[in-house]
Antibody, heavy 122, light 109 residues
Framework: EVQLVESGGGLVKPGGSLRLSCAAS????????MSWVRQAPGKGLEWVGR??????????DYGAPVKGRFTISRDDSKNTLYLQMNSLRTEDTAVYYC?????????????WGQGTQVTVSS | EIVLTQSPGTLSLSPGERAALSCRAS???????LAWHQQKPGQAPRLLIY???RRATGIPDRFSGSGSGTDFTLTINRLEPEDFAVYYC??????????FGGGTKVEIK
């Protein structure tokens, strides 16, 4: 069974930093493309970014609102995905989901974690 | 960037009725890259449909997806109580950007 467990969320002041982690199990993590998706309170889903598997270059892409401030990385030896968030703004307040991204040709978000809350407030 | 527009914003139906949810893309997209997700209150989303019409593992056959070009539809036949939720379409394009529609809420009439 695929399991994705996010951690690291919390309350942070504007301008601060936070690192989220996502522990993955139940599938071959080093073969997976991974993504982060967020959801602001009462709002819809917003894509944060994606990291490919290392055999595909391990490259990253980001949504416009977070480009230059957020960094996605992975540690395949630990089956863990990370999201480093810097220069946080109040509008970054959201639940952050770790999600697997199909790389076989459909590019659907296949398996979702339960999410971790990030609140940016003074 | 491709924009996905979902309609209606809210659909009020009774259990047993049929729901038809629309997702319109700002330009023609490949059916391979169109997916649908369901989100219930307080829960994470889950994948229903990928490749515009392929049901994900464990999804009941009352859920079906169709469409091509710029117009896609998620149909739910014979609504069950557990189907009342918010539904999002999702697209991934060749420039590696992933976008969501604004969502359609299916509520009990």
């Amino acid at each position: 069974e695929v399991q994705l467990v996010e951690s690291g969320g919390g309350l942070v002041k504007p301008g601060g930093s936070l690192r989220l982690s996502c522990a993955a199990s139940g599938f071959t993590f080093n073969n997976a493309w991974m993504s982060w998706v967020r959801q602001a309170p009462g709002k819809g889903l917003e894509w944060v970014g994606r990291i490919k598997r290392k055999t595909d270059g391990g490259t990253t892409d980001y949504g416009a609102p977070v480009k230059g401030r957020f960094t996605i990385s992975r540690d395949d030896s630990k089956n863990t995905l990370y999201l480093q968030m810097n220069s946080l703004r109040t509008e970054d307040t959201a639940v952050y989901y770790c999600v697997t991204l199909d790389s076989s040709g459909y590019f659907s978000l296949d398996y979702w974690g339960q999410g971790t809350q990030v609140t940016v407030s003074s | 960037e491709i924009v996905l527009t979902q309609s209606p914003g809210t659909l009020s139906l009774s259990p047993g009725e049929r729901a038809a949810l629309s997702c319109r893309a700002s330009q023609s997209v490949s059916t391979s890259y169109l997916a649908w997700h369901q989100q219930k209150p307080g829960q994470a989303p889950r994948l229903l449909i990928y490749g515009a019409s392929r049901r994900a593992t464990g999804i009941p056959d009352r859920f079906s997806g169709s469409g091509s070009g710029t117009d896609f539809t998620l149909t739910i036949n014979r609504l069950e109580p557990e189907d009342f939720a918010v539904y999002y379409c999702q697209h991934y394009d060749s420039s590696s950007a992933l976008t969501f529609g604004g969502g359609t809420k299916v509520e009990i009439k």
